[in-house]
């Protein structure tokens, strides 16, 4: 069963405009959170991160935010644009630790100039 | 039930043995992929197959080698294990090659002494 879920298999956003992705979750005891973006025939990189114990964390123009009563992830990009086309997955970890990691299925993300 | 399962999650041995680590995935994707986890937590492809063919083989040490005996299951074997294998490793499934919604195990936490 899928603990961490990405209901959207695709996105489409214009150039210059707000990229939303969206993951949820379903175990309370998850305390960190992560993003990773990934092109075609490579590996995912680890992209922005967030703990449990914060509801926002920024870096550039990606932002995290955290709902941990809807159990909800999502990754804000502003401005999108035609380099951010990839697939992004978010993943949650278990334990202090991170000994247990859970992957969604990933959202493909298409920029369109 | 689990769509990808890896076994075991947790291996600790001494250097210089041989270890192997298993991954089954019951969704009857095509594509399944081994993913080595930095401590940066990025995450490098190693292998993939599609249809116990393989399609992706970075450059890595020929110490790792992976056996597909079917496309449900797809193993990654470890001769000589050195210190610097010490990391997490991921197996992953999709539909095709395109890859794009991929399901992860939960991973395989490998320690060398």
């Known amino acids: 069963d899928q603990q961490v879920k990405q209901n959207s298999p695709s996105l489409s956003v214009q150039e210059g405009r707000i990229s939303i992705l969206n993951c949820d979750y379903t175990?309370?005891?998850?305390?960190?959170f992560l993003w990773y973006k990934k092109y075609p025939a490579e590996g995912p990189t680890f992209l922005i991160s967030?703990?449990?114990?914060?509801d926002k964390n920024e870096d550039g123009r990606f932002t995290v935010f955290l709902n941990k009563s809807a159990k909800h992830l999502s990754l804000h990009i502003v401005p999108s644009q035609p380099g951010d086309s990839a697939v992004y997955f978010c993943?949650?970890?278990?334990?202090?630790?991170?000994?247990?990691?859970?992957f969604g299925t990933g959202t493909s993300l298409t920029v369109i100039p | 039930d689990t769509a990808v399962s890896q076994t075991p999650k947790y291996l600790v041995t001494q250097m210089g043995n041989d270890k192997s680590i298993k991954c089954e995935q019951n969704?009857?994707?095509?594509?399944m992929y081994w993913y080595k986890q930095d401590s940066k937590k990025f995450l490098k492809i190693m292998f993939s197959?599609?249809?116990?063919?393989?399609?992706i083989n970075e450059t890595v040490p020929n110490r790792f080698s992976p056996k597909s005996p079917d496309k449900a299951h797809l193993n990654l074997h470890i001769n000589s294990l050195e210190l610097g294998d010490s990391a997490v490793y991921f197996c992953?499934?999709?539909?095709?090659?395109?890859?794009?919604?991929?399901?992860f195990g939960p991973g395989t936490r490998l320690l060398v002494l």
């Open positions: 993943a949650a970890l278990l334990g202090d630790t991170g000994n247990q990691f859970y």
């Open positions: 197959y599609n249809n116990k063919e393989l399609i």
């Open positions: 969704l009857g994707h095509d594509t």
């Open positions: 992953a499934s999709s539909q095709d090659r395109g890859g794009e919604t991929q399901y």
């Open positions: 967030i703990s449990s114990i914060k």
């Open positions: 175990n309370s005891m998850f305390d960190y």
